[in-house]
């Protein structure tokens, strides 16, 4: 069956807006659009009779906006003529995918800078396709981290602070995604744009928080999982930084996955056995009040065989790992060798009592 297309009048004034070059309309790229890993399990939930398809509807046209200005235009277009949008920012995962063949694809890949980075204030700007890695390459220089969301550093910060989720490995210490979000730029389902937080405030606009005057809109903006894109598009997020939690001097040598690098001084993990998920819950709860973990996380026996490898002849070295019944990670680090003791003794005095 032919793929229902734009008309052309429609698909001609959404390329006024981003230009002949950064929409299409062609089969094959709307079908690899209609592509994502597991979309097989969200097809199976909706039909479980149906054939196991790793497609989802066909979207009409990508578009790849490069301003928010564009990005307005292209939310009022598709309230002027009914059709639905889906945002993507890396765009990895199911919930990605148009739920409706009436809809476009806001591709956001052009929006990748790094705003700003206000070391003093401990925070940072950053559009929707700047990575996680990205922005802890420029960040680190200032001695500083952020969050880091588990789906890992190819993540992007701004969709885990407005669209989706929120804990990561080193939560403990940089907390949750919710949480972390500042200020806002956000384009409303009806194409206004909200300037949230601070960045709402009349005088000396700016970043800093995610509060400003009146009510906060944090909680009916993302709650606690996020709105996955049924809520407007965001274009700019303020997010926490925080001090590196030991020094920033890596030596690495060597090129992924063949790489090897100097821990620095200061840091230390632990792997403890916890035997079973009760033992497990315990320990998490008894070494989390110390407040003195950068990570404290449970993870399969095979994780952590694979986080010490980096061929399959490195990981069959570490098979004895693959006994631990219920691992519980933990790491420690600390700037100097008085807060680095006082981290050992406090996770000493923990496991004593476990
Ligand atoms: C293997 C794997 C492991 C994961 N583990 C975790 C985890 O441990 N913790 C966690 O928090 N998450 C996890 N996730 C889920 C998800 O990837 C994260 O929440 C991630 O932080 C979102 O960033 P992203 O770059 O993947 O966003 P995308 O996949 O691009 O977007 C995520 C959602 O937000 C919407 N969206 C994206 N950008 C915008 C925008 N600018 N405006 C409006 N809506 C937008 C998208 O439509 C989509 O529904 C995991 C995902 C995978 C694939």
Redesign the pocket.
Known sequence: MPLEKLEKTIYQEFANIVGTENIDDSAPVREVYAYN?CQEIFNYMHDKSGPLSPFSDVPKAVLLPSTTEEVQQIVKLCNKYKIMI????????P??QPSSSNSIILD?RRMNHIVKIDAKNLYCVVE?YVSGAQLQVEIMKHGLNCHM????P???P???A???????FTSPHTGH?SRNMLAVEWVLPDGEILRLGSLGQKNNPDWFHGDGPGPSLRGIMRGWA????GL????KVAVKLFPYPCSTDFKVSGCSPNYDFEIPDFIRVYIIDCKNFKKLEEAMLRIEEEEVSFMCSYLSAFAVMAIFSNSIETLMDKIALGNLKAPLVVIIAARTEREFDYKQKAMDLALDEL
Request: aromatic fraction near 8%.
């Open positions: 890993w889906k945002a993507q920012s890396t765009g990895l995962g919930w990605n956001l929707p969301p588990g789906a890992g190819m993540a992007s701004l969709a885990s407005t669209s989706m989720n929120g804990p990561g995604s996020g709105a996955k894109s407007g598009v965001f274009t």
